[in-house]
């Protein structure tokens, strides 16, 4: 994974000059060298610096000499000398953002959603690994004819297919259907929710827990009129979209399972 052996010999008090000294500046990406913790850098002070990895989890580490891996090697993390704006240097999932990217051609493979506020937020926080790897998203307006959908699509090696189910948990109508499905070319996962709207942590839309809707409720006519917000679902769905930016607005339940189905229908067959 490194270039040789970077814990080899007494690299914690090397020879003076060399463990570089990086600044600590926002988004930069590293390891703790301890721990195996990687994530990017969201806060530093004098003493220590606060690490966010991909699924939104932060950790405190103290700015001690060679105490992190960046691109393999052990640094010495630094104070930055001056709070000056950085260029951004990771997409919106996490993922760090390729510069002057052409869309890859389309692979044969592909990955399903329920609807189409599914892929359009699929999109807003995964697009940009998407196009790197040329995967396309569609979405199907539901599952219950899933299993005619994945005998049409026709998966085979080469040719993967990867679906996000909502309400994916035991017992569920989701869960049923997805159990139809064995192929061995075709990954379908979801996460617990009964709407991807639930899936966008409520701090992020400045409320303090998405509301409890009585069953026989449309769900989103339900949490519309809770929140006492007096749109209609199209107008709802704009302000829960609009206000999210990165995979941190997102639950871990949802960002685990969209990685698992880029990894899955991009790997080799």
């Not at 052990?74 to 240097?89: D, E, H, K, S």
């Amino acid at each position: 994974m490194y270039e040789g052996d970077v814990l080899a010999g007494n690299w914690r008090r090397p020879g003076k000059g060399k463990i570089p000294k990086v600044p600590a500046e926002p988004d930069l990406v590293v390891e703790d060298a301890d721990s195996g913790f990687c994530g990017a850098v969201v806060a530093c002070d004098k003493e220590a610096v606060t690490l966010e990895d991909r699924f939104g989890k932060r950790r405190l580490f103290p700015l001690a000499p060679a105490a992190f891996l960046l691109d393999g090697k052990p640094v010495t993390l630094v104070r930055p000398a001056a709070a000056a704006p950085a260029a951004p240097r990771r997409s919106a999932s996490g993922s760090i953002a390729v510069q002057g990217l052409r869309a890859r051609v389309a692979r044969e493979s592909r990955i399903y959603v329920e609807g189409v506020h599914d892929a359009a937020l699929v999109e807003k926080i995964w697009g940009h690994d998407l196009r790197v790897e040329g995967v396309v998203v569609e979405y199907l307006e539901g599952v219950d004819d899933l299993p005619a959908i994945v005998a049409e699509f026709g998966p085979e090696p080469g040719r993967r297919l990867g679906v996000l189910v909502d309400h994916l948990v035991p017992g569920s109508k989701e869960s049923r259907i997805a159990a139809e499905i064995t192929s061995p070319d075709v990954l379908v996962v979801g996460h617990p929710y009964i709407d991807i709207w639930r899936a966008v942590k409520p701090s992020v839309l400045r409320i303090p827990a998405w509301p409890d809707v009585p069953r026989g409720v449309p769900w989103k006519e339900g949490v519309i009129a809770a929140l006492g917000w007096r749109v209609e679902p199209a107008a709802a769905w704009r302000r829960i979209l609009g206000a999210v930016s990165t995979y941190a607005d997102l639950e871990p339940e949802l960002l685990g399972r969209v990685e698992e189905l880029i990894d899955f229908v991009t790997e080799a067959s």
